[in-house]
């Protein structure tokens, strides 16, 4: 009986030592499987962050050019602004210089005609 004792327990213990051994080799594999799929995670994270960073980036420098591209337009503003208060000026001169010259033109015309009816007068003979 002692020797069946004996097998049994050594049996006993092959089994159980057969039972942790591939409870050891699940535990490795699924360990195996749980980092690989950490180092997955980890490498997805790692490229957004970094194309959250390049869109961000991105951003910052769209919204420089906006507000250069703002500040360009209002200084255009300001500037066709002079420009057309000037155009303004000069179309005032201009109509301003018109009518002078259209009171000077009906001036010498009268100036002309006083001077054509004196030489007229002067050339009728005397009584």
């Known amino acids: 009986m002692n020797e069946t004792l004996k097998n049994r327990t050594l049996v006993g213990l092959a089994v159980l030592s057969a039972v942790l051994f591939f409870g050891f080799f699940s535990s490795c594999s699924s360990a ?5 799929s950490r180092d997955k995670e980890l490498a997805a994270r790692l490229a ?13 420098m769209l919204e420089e050019k906006a507000k250069a591209k703002e ?23 201009n109509q301003s210089l018109k009518e002078e ?3 000077m033109t009906k001036l ?8 054509r009816q004196a ?6 003979p005397k009584k």
Not at 32 to 36: E, L, S
Not at 80 to 85: G, P, T
Not at 119 to 124: E, N, S, V, Y
């Open 71 to 93: 500040a360009e337009a209002a200084e255009l503003k300001a500037a066709l602004e002079v420009s057309q208060k000037a155009l303004s000026q000069s179309q005032q001169v």
């Open 108 to 115: 010498n015309e009268s100036l002309e005609e006083q001077l």
């Open 32 to 36: 195996r499987h749980q980092k690989a």
């Open 48 to 60: 957004l962050e970094e194309r959250s960073a390049k869109f961000i980036q991105e951003r910052s």
């Open 101 to 103: 010259l259209g009171k």
């Open 119 to 124: 030489l007229a007068d002067g050339k009728k």
